[in-house]
């Protein structure tokens, strides 16, 4: 079965500029997680989603950032006046089940560099 | 909060030569579930095992293995015989019950040479 997708792989934008990032999830997992990997770490945490609601955006850096995923399948992470800082990988996963007990399947991620 | 502390940042190893992961955490909580994922430079997330924190069994499966001690918070993994391919970078990461989201180590990346 299909894994994970993210859309695009790399994603290059200017300073100031708004971008959406696409994440479709394992067909049948109702939880999806956005977390952020700067090089050389672990990935952080952004936002959980369970169904269509965003049961936690605790991670979000501030309010540029946002995620959506009205149908609660496919979620879109979006970035207004992206900024320097923000350039690194944006990775999806997706679990089904009790969220936190069951392992998450990661996708390829959607390298973002901010010029 | 959870931490995961992963001490050793890279480690460079022949072919054949068991390599040892380590991987310290922190929790206040009872339940939690611990699990490695495996990074390989094409960049994709792989899990790799789970543990909860019920468990202390250790146990092998194919080439890996892992070691869990509540006493000392630790929950290391070891590849045996190693190989060229696994070649990458290898996270421990943290989970609470009901608190969803994974606390990831900095990383260990492992080189094997041929």
């Known amino acids: 079965g299909a894994g994970v997708s993210q859309t695009p792989s790399n994603k290059v934008t200017e300073k100031g500029k708004y971008v959406e990032l696409r994440c479709d999830p394992i067909s049948g997992h109702t939880a999806l997680y956005w977390y952020r990997q700067s090089l050389g770490q672990g990935p952080e945490f952004l936002i959980y989603?369970?169904?269509?609601?965003?049961?936690?955006d605790s991670g979000l850096p501030n309010d540029r950032f946002f995620a959506v995923r009205p149908e609660g399948s496919v979620s879109t992470l979006k970035i207004q006046r992206t900024e320097r800082g923000d350039s690194a990988v944006y990775l999806c996963a997706s679990s089904f089940g009790l969220a936190g007990v069951n392992e998450q399947f990661f996708g390829p991620g959607t390298r973002l560099t901010v010029l | 909060a959870q931490k995961v502390t992963q001490a050793q940042t890279e480690i460079s190893v022949v072919e054949k030569e068991d390599v040892t992961l380590d991987c310290v955490y922190e929790?206040?909580?009872?339940?939690?579930?611990l699990f490695w994922y495996k990074q390989p430079p094409s960049g994709e997330l792989v899990f790799l095992i789970r543990?909860?924190?019920?468990?202390?069994q250790n146990e092998i499966s194919g080439r890996y293995s892992w070691n869990f001690q509540k006493s000392t918070s630790s929950f290391n993994f070891t590849i045996t015989a190693s190989q060229v391919v696994d070649s990458a970078v290898y996270f421990c990461?943290?989970?609470?019950?009901?608190?969803?989201?994974?606390?990831f180590g900095a990383g260990t990346t492992v080189t094997v040479r041929a």
């Open positions: 929790t206040r909580d009872t339940t939690y579930y």
């Open positions: 543990r909860n924190s019920f468990d202390e």
């Open positions: 989603f369970q169904g269509t609601g965003a049961a936690d």
């Open positions: 990461a943290l989970s609470v019950l009901l608190d969803y989201k994974l606390s």
